[in-house]
């Protein structure tokens, strides 16, 4: 799905791997992990936050490797994600993956546009109106 550019200052977390794409995407790859604590849910939050500083930013997300989280983390989840993003486009190689994410955004309706994509240009495209 998604490939780390060469060039791109990226920023290693313990769920996923970030970077910001050409057109200012906050791109992000999530990693085979275990499921995470709300704990470091948090401190994630806050290293992003160093990252991206206090603007909102469309999110393209490769979900594929997505772990399962409890109802603790996707109530956190929903509650700081309108903080951060004007737009969130979801991949996933994996019907886990889509799943997962489907159903929490499904489950946690979100006051900014979240679309699952299957062509990495055509997610690119539909957030670029977010800009």
């Not at 999110?59 to 993003?85: C, N, Q, V």
């Not at 929490?104 to 994509?117: G, T």
Request: charged residues 25%.
């Amino acid at each position: 799905m998604l490939t780390i550019p060469a060039n791109a200052k990226i920023i290693d977390l313990t769920t996923s791997t970030l970077w910001f794409d050409e057109n200012g995407i906050l791109c992000s790859i999530s990693k085979k992990a275990s499921p995470q604590t709300l704990e470091l849910a948090r401190q994630t939050l806050k290293d992003l936050r160093q990252y991206i500083g206090n603007d909102k930013v469309c999110m393209l997300i490769d979900a594929t490797h997505t772990s399962e989280t409890s109802r603790e983390i996707r109530d956190f989840a929903a509650e700081e994600l309108p903080k951060i993003a004007k737009a969130i486009a979801l991949m996933s190689r994996s019907s886990l993956g889509k799943m997962l994410a489907n159903l929490f955004f499904k489950l946690k309706a979100q006051p900014y546009p979240v679309k699952m994509f299957d062509d990495e240009q055509e997610a690119v495209r539909w957030l670029r109106q977010y800009l």
